[in-house]
């Protein structure tokens, strides 16, 4: 297949397009700052915004799988916040956009989206896990701070502007994606490892928020597989089936890494630190109990679907590199 992979150089991009050219796929990645980085992926610039001439390379392609995005990964100020937003809104529309141009346009477009769209589990009382059917969308929550419900309205406007582009031909999915868990530099695994080997992994507030996550080769799998089957469409969870509460996804990881000790955090320790990382406390104090239900109605099977097993097999990987 061809595949054009808008945003495909950030730590996630790097794992797919990996596999994907592994796999003999002609791949395409759309960047700002086009490299040649490995054997079978071309780079080509764009700039997020505005068709140009990297639009050729749409008209034509198998699929186009839109990973483009801001970092969450810093602090919610104002700025980043409305850059997290335009960043992921103008890139949609402008991927639908060169969609709807094509003279033989793409059969699929997979675009990135977030399971943060889903609610904070403790809000409804009762912390039930979020599927696509009966999954609560956040934004209304009581007693939740304001840029939880920001960040909200960002992927649900991020999904809006997929759902929007007149593409008739073209089959449409949402990939509402948890934490993605790969031994790399630089992810949320190397740094809550980070965190787990200086004795810093413990409880946070509690611990009794869910985290849901999902491992990057079952990340990897499940794009494949939704290229393939034509009969998915609209929003698809790409999250373990395993979410557990934090506390016992540290102790997991501590365990995996040797039995390290886990000082526990209040939240007020937790802002301090966040500050000090320059990142925000939505990831660690978000409530996401996401569960995969359609990829599991569907016949998907994980390779890694709980916890313990897979931090054990991104420790190894992380040892190795």
């Known amino acids: 297949m061809k595949i054009v992979l808008p945003g495909g150089t950030g730590q996630v991009g790097g794992v797919l397009r990996r596999a994907l050219a592994a796999r003999g796929d002609e791949v395409v990645v759309l960047s700002r700052h086009p490299v040649t980085l490995e054997p079978g992926v071309r780079h080509v610039v764009?700039?997020?915004?505005?068709?140009?001439?990297?639009?050729?390379?749409?008209?034509?392609?198998?699929?186009?799988?839109?990973?483009?995005?801001?970092?969450?990964?810093?602090?919610?100020?104002?700025?980043?916040?409305?850059?997290?937003?335009?960043?992921?809104?103008?890139?949609t529309r402008a991927?639908?956009?060169?969609?709807?141009?094509?003279?033989?346009?793409p059969r699929t477009w997979l675009q990135m989206s977030t399971a943060t769209v889903y609610a904070d589990s403790r809000s409804r009382g009762n912390d039930l896990p979020h599927d696509e059917a009966g999954g609560v969308l956040g934004g209304e929550e009581p007693d939740v701070p304001l840029y939880w419900e920001y960040s909200v309205r960002i992927a649900r406007r991020w999904e809006e502007a997929q759902a929007a582009a007149d593409t008739p031909a073209t089959r449409k999915v949402a990939l509402r994606t948890a934490m993605v868990m790969t031994p790399d530099r630089g992810g949320i695994f190397d740094y809550l490892s980070w965190m787990a080997r200086l004795g810093l992994?413990?409880?946070?507030?509690?611990?009794?928020?869910?985290?849901?996550?999902?491992h990057g080769d079952d990340f990897v799998r499940a794009v494949e597989f939704l290229l393939e089957r034509e009969d998915l469409d609209g929003p698809?969870?790409?999250?373990?089936?395993?979410?557990?509460?934090?506390?016992?996804?540290?102790?997991?990881?501590?365990?995996?890494?040797?039995?390290?000790?886990?000082?526990?955090?209040?939240?007020?320790?937790?802002?301090v630190g966040a500050l000090v990382l320059r990142?925000?406390?939505?990831?660690?104090?978000?409530?996401?109990?996401?569960?995969?239900?359609?990829?599991?109605e569907s016949g998907f099977a994980f390779t890694h679907p709980r916890w313990r097993g897979a931090a054990i097999d991104l420790v190894d990987g992380a040892r190795r590199r």
Request: glycine fraction near 12%; include cysteine; proline fraction near 6%.
């Open 95 to 105: 991927v639908g956009e060169a969609v709807r141009r094509a003279q033989r346009p």
């Open 236 to 271: 698809v969870n790409l999250s373990a089936p395993g979410p557990v509460p934090q506390r016992e996804f540290m102790r997991t990881l501590r365990r995996a890494w040797g039995h390290r000790p886990g000082l526990p955090a209040t939240r007020l320790m937790a802002e």
């Open 46 to 91: 764009w700039d997020g915004r505005t068709v140009g001439a990297w639009a050729r390379e749409v008209d034509g392609a198998d699929a186009v799988v839109n990973l483009a995005g801001r970092t969450v990964s810093c602090r919610y100020t104002d700025a980043n916040l409305r850059q997290m937003m335009d960043s992921r809104v103008e890139s």
């Open 279 to 296: 990142t925000d406390t939505e990831l660690l104090l978000k409530s996401r109990r996401v569960v995969p239900g359609r990829l599991i």
């Open 201 to 214: 992994g413990g409880a946070v507030a509690g611990g009794g928020q869910y985290v849901s996550w999902i």
